[in-house]
């Protein structure tokens, strides 16, 4: 039975991880960020010790959270706002805010750390935002109701899951232009690129499958059905393994990451993780997958070695985007950021921006 730590805890600054069998992680250096959508919060927790830092609160709608590279910087967007935000991963302070499309769901950094990218699930469209600037840059067209979103590990290719049009778009990054659109099956929720840029991976979340994708021919290799409801994916560092979160529905969830073979391509395990399995990060040895129970109001720390849940920390509420830095977590206690009550101003050039259809 999973443990559901009350809010109260949280915002006293409580941390009281339930660990299953064993203690802290063993070699494991960094902090798990979370967006708590729910309760307009993020979470920070150590990775080593598997404890919460820092509660960051006046976080309006953040469905979506992710780390620049080199963990310096955290990116979070506003779905109340139609706003992407860049706060500072050591000492929690906002450093921008940049508008977006309506409706913002997802957030990705380039690999050299240079283009913020931002579908916009309402627009059908992708904000590419200058990172150092915090400038937009220019407004893509993709398929309907784009979800998430990754870039190639070269960096030349951002693919976006399309939820309403069925299909994955490639925008060339080069260019800022999308130049194709697949159709891969019913609801695409995420991508995920295998470690050398090849092969790529979407979740079907109306067919409870993952597709597997040609990235050059930009064809469906096949595909393997995993649990109710998948969301988020990712391929291990060693792309042994790719993971995806079965969230499933609230009358119905999901509990489980589906361990795919990447070479067999085929399930070979199931993990109960907890009610609402949505998103999944995973550490750089590979050993650790982290993954958001939206409906359980915890992050399940799954050691992808044992195959098995090793720890559940308690989150705020409905905790969805989850990402990884390589930088341990600064003790911040609780803190208000106060993004609710921000001043929205245009910026610099927003109404200028080019648009690339």
Do not use: C
């Amino acid at each position: 039975m999973l443990q559901v730590v009350p809010l109260l805890g949280l915002f006293l600054g409580v941390s009281t991880a339930t660990t299953l069998g064993g203690g802290g992680a063993p070699n494991v250096r960094g902090s798990v960020w979370v967006a708590d959508e729910t309760t307009g919060s993020l979470t920070v927790i150590d990775a080593a010790t598997r404890r919460v830092q820092a509660t960051l609160s006046g976080v309006p709608s953040p469905h979506n959270v992710q780390l620049a590279p080199d963990g310096k910087s955290v990116w979070v967007v506003l779905g109340e706002q139609a706003r992407a935000v860049k706060i500072d991963a050591a000492s929690y302070r906002l450093l921008g805010s940049v508008p977006t499309g309506a409706s913002p769901a997802h957030v990705i950094v380039s690999p050299d750390g240079k283009r913020t990218y931002v579908t916009n699930g309402e627009d059908g469209t992708v904000t590419i935002i200058d990172a150092a600037a915090l400038q937009p840059l220019a407004t893509v067209k993709v398929g309907a109701h784009p979800h998430g979103l990754r870039p190639s590990p070269d960096g030349r290719w951002v693919l976006v899951a399309n939820t309403g049009g069925n299909s994955v778009s490639w925008i060339d990054a080069r260019t800022s232009r999308t130049v194709a659109e697949l159709p891969v099956g019913r609801a695409p929720a995420q991508v995920a690129f295998a470690p050398n840029g090849q092969t790529a991976y979407v979740t079907l979340r109306d067919e409870n499958t993952v597709a597997r994708i040609d990235v050059a021919t930009r064809k469906v290799l096949g595909k393997v059905r995993v649990g109710p409801g998948p969301i988020q994916i990712t391929v291990t560092p060693d792309n042994r393994f790719v993971l995806a979160a079965n969230q499933g529905t609230p009358e119905r969830p999901g509990q489980t990451l589906s361990v795919i073979d990447a070479a067999k391509f085929s399930v070979v395990a199931d993990i109960a993780t907890g009610a609402g399995a949505h998103g999944v990060t995973v550490d750089p040895t590979g050993r650790f997958a982290y993954v958001t129970n939206t409906y359980a109001n915890t992050l399940a720390v799954v050691d992808l070695a044992a195959r098995r849940t090793v720890a559940r920390v308690p989150t705020g509420g409905g905790p969805n985007g989850v990402s990884f830095s390589p930088l341990a977590p600064t003790p911040g206690g609780v803190r208000d950021l106060g993004l609710g009550q921000m001043k929205i101003e245009p910026s610099p050039g927003e109404e200028q921006h080019e648009s690339h259809h």
